[in-house]
Antibody, heavy 123, light 111 residues
């Protein structure tokens, strides 16, 4: 079955960087893109960006431009999300999800999702 | 403040029908972009419930249905069950932001 398995929880100090991994299985990795979504404690969902696994094109949320980088390693079917210059309000559960689209519409939908990775930013 | 507006909470008794609204604007839902819905059970990752306004992925019961009109969309749940207690999120695309956007989420309580 299609599955996305993420790396474990991490604790970082303000100003540091974090890199979360997302290993895909059960499908041809290059056939679908990967999006990242985060959820602060007790809050809603926030889209962070997507990567086209086939050609490595990326698109990032305006709010995170310059601090986030999405990459993939097709040899291991793994996607990565790196967030730099961490602040306390970056404390959240980070999710990867396979995205789908109707033709070339940018209104992607996300299915399935990884189990989530809690990143805590604290001094 | 979310770009898509949802009621913070809704409730219903077992067996009843509830609807959750998702209100956008001319740069997202009103521009014709599809709306998708997710269910998030406590302590778990979101799960796709409806895609493309009204399509159910395989395995999602037909008690769940979606619709869209103008600048709004709705998720309807019939025959409420206790296991439907969860947070529900709508999602679309906003051309002004060039971002995917989520609603703020609605907590469903089954009384």
């Amino acid at each position: 079955q299609v599955q996305l398995v993420q790396s474990g929880a991490d604790v970082k100090k303000p100003g540091a960087s974090v890199k979360v991994s997302c290993k895909a299985s059960g499908y041809t990795f290059k056939d679908y893109g990967i999006s990242w979504v985060r959820q602060a404690p007790g809050q809603g969902l926030e889209w962070m960006g997507w990567i086209n696994v086939y050609n490595a094109n990326t698109n990032y949320a305006q709010k995170l431009q310059g601090r986030v980088t999405l990459t993939t390693d097709t040899s291991t079917s793994t996607a990565y999300m790196e967030l730099r210059r961490l602040r306390s309000d970056d404390t959240a559960v980070y999710y990867c999800a396979r995205f789908h689209s109707r033709g070339y519409s940018p209104a992607h939908w996300f299915d399935p999702w990884g189990q989530g990775t809690l990143v805590t930013v604290s001094s | 403040q979310s770009v898509l507006t949802q009621p913070p909470s809704v409730s219903g008794a077992p067996g009843q029908r509830v609807t959750i609204s998702c209100t956008g604007s001319s740069s997202n839902i009103g521009a014709g972009y599809d709306v998708h819905w997710y269910q998030q059970l406590p302590g778990t990752a979101p799960k796709l419930l409806i895609y493309g306004n009204s399509n159910r992925p395989s395995g999602v019961p037909d008690r769940f249905s979606g619709s869209k009109s103008g600048t709004s969309a709705s998720l309807a749940i019939t025959g409420l069950q206790t296991e439907d207690e969860a947070d529900y999120y709508c999602q679309s695309y906003d051309s002004s932001l060039s971002d995917s956007v989520f609603g703020g989420g609605t907590r469903l309580t089954v009384l």
